[in-house]
């Protein structure tokens, strides 16, 4: 088999394909959660704490004596943290929500009582040969 062909194959797998969708999903989802962490979440907390702004919170280092005397700061960036912590907290959040409503609909779908499968037709016929054979007594 050619490595194209293997390849190939591999690539249309369902799964695959799904984890792709996945991918492309996640990264857009990423974007909106950006945005609802620095635009909306942020600021009154921002607010709350009399005018912090997390983004900018950090710890500068003393300069290094191996350092030259132009070089810029070094910075401990913790506020970006908390800002990305945060961010992950609420998509944590909102896939949590997801998949336990996923779950619910799976449950639901699994405790439906499923229709009595259908006799095979040697069955049937063997039925009809016996209600044949009382109605001959």
């Keep these: 088999m050619s490595i194209i ?3 190939r194959e591999f ?5 695959v394909v799904d984890l792709a969708v996945g991918v492309i ?12 962490v620095n635009d909306m979440v942020m600021p009154p907390i921002g607010w709350i704490t009399g005018g912090l702004d997390f983004s900018d919170l950090a710890i500068t280092l003393p300069q290094s004596p191996l350092a030259p005397p132009d070089a810029a700061p070094v910075t401990i960036n913790y506020g970006k943290f908390i800002t990305t912590l945060i961010s992950f907290l609420i998509v944590a959040w909102v896939i949590f929500w997801l998949v336990k409503a996923i779950n619910q609909m799976k449950r639901k779908q699994e405790a439906a009582p499923a229709s009595a499968p259908e006799k095979p037709e040697d069955i049937k ?4 040969i016996r209600d044949l054979l009382k109605e001959r007594k």
């Design 125 to 128: 016929l063997l039925a009809e």
């Design 11 to 15: 690539a249309l797998k369902g799964n």
């Design 5 to 7: 062909k293997e390849f």
């Design 25 to 36: 999903i996640g990264a857009a989802f990423n974007g909106i959660v950006q945005s609802l």
